[in-house]
């Protein structure tokens, strides 16, 4: 079946550093989300990629779909406290003949002031 | 106005009762998922729905029970609780089965605890 990785599991950075989580699929998909989940608190969607190779950035955050479509990247530039959660990828792909989404394994990350 | 609503927010029990978690999504979406996340964070589908009808069971022990009365509500009966049921469940939706070109909604999660 599908799987979905991210590495790494935990990073911790000091406020003001970049952080990045990857995101490998076992099979190729037809777009990516990521999401993220707040200590506490419930994923929410932050972005969508369908292209390949597709880049996009959101302020301090750049989001990349592979050439292949089967993994992707999250940067975050100049962390802030607010950063802080866990990041997940959700990727879209054919399944038993129906489009399922599957989430990925997380990136936990903790800002230290 | 809540988009995806879950109740109860917290739920402890005991080993080998038996309890419902109720979803209700006012987007008028047609489908609705339930998730679990475990202690690593790791999240699961478990169930999904579209219209009122099961899509995606994910290899869940029967002592799970979905109950779709209507596209807006999805709940989970769980039977003879276990102690590794003890989790966080999250119910979700999305306007079409496998989210298509749009995101997903979360409710605000249960954080179920067997003791």
């Known amino acids: 079946g599908q799987q979905v990785m991210q590495i790494p599991q935990y990073q911790h950075v000091q406020e003001g550093e970049d952080f990045t989580t990857y995101c490998n699929s076992s099979?190729?998909?037809?777009?990516i989300q990521w999401y993220k989940q707040r200590p506490g608190g419930h994923p929410v969607f932050l972005i969508q990629?369908?292209?390949?190779?597709e880049v996009k950035k959101q302020k301090r955050l750049t989001f990349q779909f592979g050439e292949a479509k089967k993994n992707s990247s999250l940067h975050i530039t100049a962390t802030q406290t607010t950063d802080v959660g866990t990041y997940f990828c959700a990727g879209q792909g054919n399944s038993g003949g129906y489009q399922k989404v599957t989430f990925g394994t997380g990136t936990k990350l903790q800002v230290i002031p | 106005d809540t988009a995806v609503s879950q109740t109860p927010k917290y739920l402890v029990t005991q080993m080998g009762n038996d309890k419902s978690i109720k979803c209700e999504q006012n987007l008028g979406h047609d489908t609705m998922y339930w998730y679990k996340q475990d202690s690593k964070k790791f999240l699961k589908i478990m169930f999904s729905?579209?219209?009122?009808?099961?899509?995606i069971n994910e290899t869940v022990p029967n002592r799970f029970s979905p109950k779709s009365p209507d596209k807006a509500h999805l709940n989970l009966h769980i039977n003879s609780l276990e102690l590794g049921d003890s989790a966080v469940y999250f119910c979700?939706?999305?306007?079409?089965?496998?989210?298509?070109?749009?995101?997903?909604?979360f409710g605000q999660g249960t954080r179920l605890t067997v003791v």
């Open positions: 979700a939706s999305s306007p079409v089965i496998g989210w298509g070109n749009t995101e997903a909604f």
């Open positions: 099979t190729t998909l037809s777009n």
């Open positions: 990629l369908v292209k390949s190779g």
């Open positions: 729905y579209n219209n009122k009808e099961l899509i």
